[in-house]
């Protein structure tokens, strides 16, 4: 199965509104939704979207309406979800988003389905427009707080850092989203070559010492939960913290060997933050 690695690929679930209600154990996989994970063990699907029963306009006249189900029912779904996401971000903002930042954007505010964290059948979750809309908004009232950063790597700047102070509230997320050029032409079955050109990494450094990774699965064992760890396959990365400790983490964007088609561009999505004071010293680790 080999997927472009910068588009946002939908997968097919339940719907999980009822009654006006939303709810995610009505979210169940379909029995037509293909998983993941890619050839090269990257994870596919990148999130999912009601597919059942979606009210839609059909094709035999410009009147007719009726239900369907399946994942092209599932990926416009999305896709008009994130056109509106677009225009708030355009009305409130002024400008438009990166395609990897409105990527991101989407997998970071996505509710968790499945096993812990992202996995090869739901990706990183149900979409909730609601959520990515409210981080729409938290940047347009504090543009400066590190909501959404849109930030490059260069040969002379080799790395990014970014002082954030947890809320005392909130999980912390931090998701990294970039469009990676392309990888060489691949064909045959089963090639486990890497697609990922620009290995960019995501670290962030705790208060008291020690550094937290990002999620990685096993494409060797798909069913195991995401663990922690060095992702060598993907351009999305996120650290997810449920209990984080009082005081001044580092986010960190670095990137391994050389940069193809320098500078690379990327975006980062916060959560659970509120900006650390001015002067703030960095370790730089």
Not at 57 to 74: I, K, P, R
Not at 122 to 135: I, P, R, V
Not at 145 to 152: G, K, N, P, Y
Not at 228 to 248: F, H, I, K, M, W
Request: with cysteine; aromatic share 6%.
């Amino acid at each position: 199965q080999n997927v472009s690695k910068n588009i946002l690929s939908v997968g097919a679930v339940d719907d999980a509104v009822s009654g006006g209600v939303r709810s995610l154990a009505a979210a169940a996989m379909t029995g037509f939704s293909c998983w993941g994970p890619t050839d090269d063990g990257r994870i596919k699907p990148d999130v999912v979207a009601n597919g059942v029963s979606v009210y839609s306009a059909l094709a035999d006249s410009d009147s007719q309406y009726g239900s369907m189900s399946g994942t092209s029912m599932a990926a416009p779904n999305a896709a008009g979800s994130a056109l509106l996401l677009l225009d708030l971000y355009r009305s409130l903002c002024g400008g438009a988003l990166r395609a990897a930042t409105l990527r991101g954007l989407i997998l970071h505010t996505a509710d968790d389905l499945g096993t812990a964290g992202p996995d090869y059948r739901f990706g990183w979750g149900l979409m909730n427009t609601l959520a990515a809309a409210e981080q729409i908004r938290r940047h347009a009232g504090a543009p400066a707080a590190l909501h959404i950063v849109e930030d490059a790597l260069t040969p002379a700047a080799p790395a990014r850092h970014y002082a954030v102070r947890w809320n005392g509230i909130d999980p912390l997320r931090v998701t990294l989203c970039w469009t990676d050029p392309p990888g060489a032409a691949q064909s045959g079955l089963n090639v486990t070559n890497a697609a990922l050109v620009n290995d960019l990494d995501l670290r962030v450094a705790a208060p008291g010492g020690g550094v937290h990774y990002p999620y990685v699965l096993d494409p060797a064992d798909p069913s195991v939960a995401a663990a922690a760890g060095d992702n060598v396959r993907d351009n999305v990365e996120q650290v997810y913290l449920a209990a984080p400790a009082s005081g001044v983490y580092e986010v960190s964007v670095l990137h391994k060997g050389t940069l193809t088609n320098a500078p690379q561009a990327f975006s980062l999505l916060l959560s659970g933050h509120e900006p650390a004071a001015a002067g703030t010293v960095l370790r730089f680790w």
